[in-house]
Nanobody, 116 residues
Framework: QVQLVESGGGSVQPGGSLRLSCAAS????????MTWYRQAPEKEREWVAT????????AYADSVKGRFTISRVNVKNTVYLQMNSLKPEDTAVYYC?????????WGQGTQVTVST
């Protein structure tokens, strides 16, 4: 059974940091590129960052470049999103997605709220 389980979300003040995790099971994690998306209330889901199956290259949306870092540990079947210098506009549900040419899987999301 394929599972992607996000964790690490929560509430933080502007300028703070959070680290999201996405634990995978039920498929060959090391064969899949991994991507983080987010969806704010009443907005479309948007791409945040992608990491290749081997760990490189990585790519980031302009809105998070320099503040967020995506990484993975294949032996732990886990991908991370380190989020620093958080802004209120980063408030959203964050989702991880596994991608391969033949299949893709989504997690259920974790809420991140940035406010004073």
């Amino acid at each position: 059974q394929v599972q992607l389980v996000e964790s690490g979300g929560g509430s933080v003040q502007p300028g703070g940091s959070l680290r999201l995790s996405c634990a995978a099971s039920g498929f060959t994690f090391s064969a899949y590129d991994m991507t983080w998306y987010r969806q704010a209330p009443e907005k479309e889901r948007e791409w945040v960052a992608t990491i290749a199956n081997t760990g490189a290259p990585t790519a980031y949306a302009d809105s998070v470049k320099g503040r967020f870092t995506i990484s993975r540990v294949n032996v732990k079947n886990t991908v991370y999103l380190q989020m620093n210098s958080l802004k209120p506009e980063d408030t959203a549900v964050y989702y991880c997605k596994a991608n391969s040419p033949g299949a893709s899987y989504w997690g259920q999301g974790t809420q991140v709220t940035v406010s004073t």
